[in-house]
């Protein structure tokens, strides 16, 4: 097994987990981390015995592959350089800000022969791996992710923050084309949007229902699909899982059966970068590819455009 030379660009709230876990995985080696704080990067590499590069082009030199976990607002600068360099990058949910930025660095892997991975973790909660065969043709699907504030992730708003999370594992359900988006969404505690709520319709008939909050006194993390003769309900904090189906009985009276499923306690980061490196190496798609992550960020410009809208309307 080739063993990969990987570096962590950003060793904050998420890239500190980037490197240890490549520091632990066999078929890895981390080599190196940078991060505009210098005092970071030094705790976060002595942890981990590997080394600090003063910046980016430096840590380039001496990598096969890299996480991006740098805010939001600098995925595509650092992502462009990255791939200029011909690097293989996994980056943190969104892929980019615009998504103009977004297409531009799907193109541009393509022409350098490089695999770009996106971070939207959920995809690799374990819950995920044992409910994803029992959603077929979802006819209406509901997501609440909500917690309190945080001053991390704010330099963008919610539904880039925490939505974005749950439009990708919509769009990964197959729905197909958005024939219309409404939305609704105020900011409370920051400069940007904290609460947004998004109603976005399939042409294939599916709606999907979205609140995203990081104003809310508790956490949640659920996802619920509604499809023919099934219901299906995830919770991804607890990593339990209900699948509902119609059984028998008459039709005045069907009868109904109840299937209680839970995931495994592996760590959803350990298996994504298992799954980047198994794409680097093998030459396969990414489970989460740059396209998937280009797609999402289009979905959730709409729902932001419709919640201006709203805004607009209820500034008059």
Not at 58 to 87: E, R
Not at 119 to 125: I, K, P, T, V
Not at 167 to 195: H, M, N, Q, W, Y
Not at 203 to 230: H, I, P
């Amino acid at each position: 097994m080739t063993t990969l030379r990987a570096g962590v660009i950003g060793v904050g709230h998420l890239g500190q987990h980037h490197a240890r876990l490549y520091a632990a995985l066999p078929d890895a080696v981390l080599v190196g981390v940078t991060d505009q704080d210098s005092g970071r990067a030094q705790l976060i590499a002595e942890r981990h015995g590997t080394r600090v590069f003063d910046d980016v082009p430096d840590l380039l030199n001496v990598v096969d592959v890299v996480s991006i976990a740098v805010p939001t607002s600098a995925h595509y600068p650092v992502a462009k350089a990255c791939l200029n360099a011909g690097k293989h990058v996994l980056i943190e949910k969104p892929i980019a800000v615009d998504p103009t930025e977004a297409t531009e660095l799907v193109e541009l892997a393509k022409a350098k022969g490089c695999r770009i991975q996106v971070g939207h973790s959920e995809r690799f909660n374990p819950i995920m791996h044992v409910m994803r065969p029992h959603i077929r043709r979802p006819a209406f699907i509901e997501s609440h992710r909500i917690g309190p504030y945080s001053e991390r992730g704010t330099d963008v708003d919610v539904v880039l923050d925490l939505m974005i999370h749950d439009i990708d594992l919509v769009l990964s359900f197959d729905p197909g084309p958005v024939e219309e988006v409404r939305a609704a969404g105020v900011p409370v505690l920051s400069s940007t949007i904290d609460i947004a709520n998004a109603r976005i319709q399939f042409k294939s008939g599916c709606v999907a229902n979205l609140t995203a909050s990081r104003v809310s006194l508790t956490k949640m993390r659920r996802l619920r699909v509604f499809q023919r003769d099934s219901y299906v309900s995830i919770d991804f904090q607890s990593r339990q899982g209900i699948v509902g189906r119609r059984s028998g009985g008459t039709a005045d009276k069907p009868g109904f059966t109840i299937e209680e499923h839970k995931g495994n306690d592996d760590e959803p980061l350990k298996l994504q970068l298992d799954s980047f490196l198994r794409s680097v190496r093998t030459g396969a798609t990414p489970v989460v590819s740059g396209e998937d992550g280009s797609a999402a960020l289009a979905v959730a410009h709409h729902v932001l455009s419709a919640i201006n809208t709203f805004v607009e309307r209820h500034a008059e």
